[in-house]
């Protein structure tokens, strides 16, 4: 089992992303990961929580509980997942924040493009 970087120093063109947001509860975070994975959005997505998080917002300091999403996805999916997320997510301006997996193994990434329905051989 080999590793990878995304920066296709390889003459490799995929990437790997995980990209993630954050809801106010866990039945939230099921449902949104839900429609993401079956949208074949996100080949899988985790839910962490329930966080605590510390924001400024609307000009006043405050603290909640949040239930983090982090989703599994390809860069060639990234725009189709930030519309969706905006689309379907019950903020009216959620996080949606994405980095690149910077190493993989080559099982994993062609796992993500396979699972999206890419046409990308890692």
């Keep these: 089992m080999g590793s990878r970087a995304a920066d296709a120093s390889n003459g490799q063109t995929w990437t790997v992303l995980q990209v993630s947001t954050a809801v106010e509860t866990r039945e939230a975070a099921v449902e949104l990961a839900r429609l993401v994975v079956e949208a074949r959005l996100a080949a899988g997505a985790q839910i962490v929580g329930p966080v605590t998080s510390a924001f400024w917002h609307q000009g006043e300091f405050g603290t909640g509980e949040e239930w983090q999403l982090l989703l599994k996805t390809h860069a060639q999916r990234f725009e189709d997942l930030r519309a969706f997320l905006q689309d379907h997510h019950p903020w009216q ?18 796992w993500v493009s396979r699972t999206l329905l890419l046409d990308v051989e890692p």
């Design 93 to 110: 301006n959620p996080e949606i924040a994405a980095v690149p997996v910077v190493m993989s193994s080559d099982e994993y990434a062609a």
